[in-house]
């Protein structure tokens, strides 16, 4: 940098700074300091400028931030708003039903069992049956957090709530609702993937 331009940017800092921080009954001082100039006034505000490999850096007292009042009723609406923005977001399911298409998040099926021909979706409300086999419908699933636990049953990882050990090697999976079902030992050691970590449990699922 030259010297010429130190001195621009000297000029310029003390006509943006001094004023704003400095009224005629305050006590201000301006020194040069190799290509800086730091001002400092006795006041409840303090600028300063530092030389820095760039320029010059200004700092300031955060206490003197302005405090925005936030209104309780805007904030709950905003926050509804963010909340129907996620659920939008959220992976869904369409299949056909009755001559029609319906759509559903995926958080809201429990379970997937086959019945026959059909698989039924075990919604949280009510269940609803869709042609197509329990092997494609676990296929599909699996990226989702679905693991299949028997033959005719695939859970929803997310929606189980506690895993019961059987004396005959098996388990029982218990999901939101209280629903129940039967862990197979071929596939049990799916139920790993039911959680991250597992503490005090290492043989479980072995």
Known sequence: MSAREIQDQKASAHEMFVPQVAPASEDVSASPIRGATICSAK???DYALEPTAEGFCKTADT???????????????VLRQLEVIAKRQAPRIAFKAKGSILLLDLAD????????????????????????????????????GF???????????????????????????????GREYSVTRTYKHNLRDL???WVGSECLCG
């Open 195 to 197: 959680a991250q970590l």
């Open 63 to 77: 206490s003197l931030l302005p405090v925005i009042g936030v209104d309780a009723a805007n904030l709950v609406r």
């Open 147 to 177: 693991i299949r636990i028997h033959r005719s049953v695939v859970v929803n990882t997310s929606a189980v709530e506690e895993i019961q050990p059987l004396p005959t090697g098996e388990y029982r999976l218990r999901v939101k609702g």
């Open 109 to 144: 099926i429990l379970a997937v069992q086959a019945e026959g021909n059909y698989v039924s979706l075990r919604h949280q409300r009510h269940p609803y049956l869709v042609h197509e086999s329990l092997s494609s419908m676990a296929e599909k699933l699996k990226p989702y």
């Open 43 to 45: 006041s409840r505000r």
